[in-house]
T-cell receptor, first 114, second 113 residues
Framework: SQQGEEDPQALSIQEGENATMNCSYKTSINNLQWYRQNSGRGLVHLILIRSNEREKHSGRLRVTLDTSKKSSSLLITASRAADTASYFCARGGAGGTSYGKLTFGQGTILTVHP | NAGVTQTPKFQVLKTGQSMTLQCAQDMNHEYMSWYRQDPGMGLRLIHYSVGAGITDQGEVPNGYNVSRSTTEDFPLRLLSAAPSQTSVYFC????????????FGSGTRLTVV
């Protein structure tokens, strides 16, 4: 499988704290994306970072990408109970038969306690 | 509302039965995919399409067929259902060839008994 690893598998924090999730991958990528999934729902696109970028921000989200280490992290600052969800990283393939396809990790379950 | 529509939301099949999971999008997206989600496995790509008439296999294509006769529709056919196909199925679409920012449907929960 081309799936990478996400850690931690589960994360439990208090409201107001920061949450950091990590994603590693094995093959070359064109981009790396993060998605959120609330229980029983579809996935929602949060943020995308391209292979030539190192850091990106969107509201309370900060994503970093280190292509030399084949890893990315998602930071959610000042977390809220509504942030409780599963978070997935997805790698956009770099070329050939991988072009345009997304490969997902197994996800991190985030629980934010009020 | 613009988006990806999947039907049905729930389905129970007997082993050996066939059925089609419907997926339609109204955003004029060229790129569409089918994923299955199993506990502890994340999402795995079943089939993929880069436009009408063009499909490609993903990571787990066995037991599934797809066709893309129009830009809007991308149905997934289970040829002969097996208990191993019990899963939640998601359809997704994107407007870019680099797989950027896919929009997902709400899923179809399939149980094969």
């Amino acid at each position: 499988s081309q799936q990478g690893e996400e850690d931690p598998q589960a994360l439990s924090i208090q409201e107001g704290e920061n949450a950091t999730m990590n994603c590693s991958y094995k093959t070359s990528i064109n981009n790396l994306q993060w998605y959120r999934q609330n229980s029983g729902r579809g996935l929602v696109h949060l943020i995308l970072i391209r292979s030539n970028e190192r850091e990106k921000h969107s509201g309370r989200l900060r994503v970093t990408l280190d292509t030399s280490k084949k890893s990315s992290s998602l930071l959610i600052t000042a977390s809220r109970a509504a942030d409780t969800a599963s978070y997935f990283c997805a790698r956009g393939g770099a070329g050939g038969t991988s072009y345009g396809k997304l490969t997902f990790g197994q996800g991190t379950i985030l629980t934010v306690h009020p | 509302n613009a988006g990806v529509t999947q039907t049905p939301k729930f389905q129970v099949l007997k082993t050996g039965q066939s059925m089609t999971l419907q997926c339609a999008q109204d955003m004029n997206h060229e790129y569409m995919s089918w994923y299955r989600q199993d506990p502890g496995m994340g999402l795995r790509l079943i089939h993929y399409s880069v436009g009408a008439g063009i499909t490609d296999q993903g990571e787990v294509p066995n037991g599934y067929n797809v066709s893309r006769s129009t830009t809007e529709d991308f149905p997934l056919r289970l040829l002969s259902a097996a208990p191993s196909q019990t899963s939640v199925y998601f359809c997704a679409s994107s407007w870019t060839p680099r797989g950027e920012g896919y929009t997902f449907g709400s899923g179809t929960r399939l149980t094969v008994v």
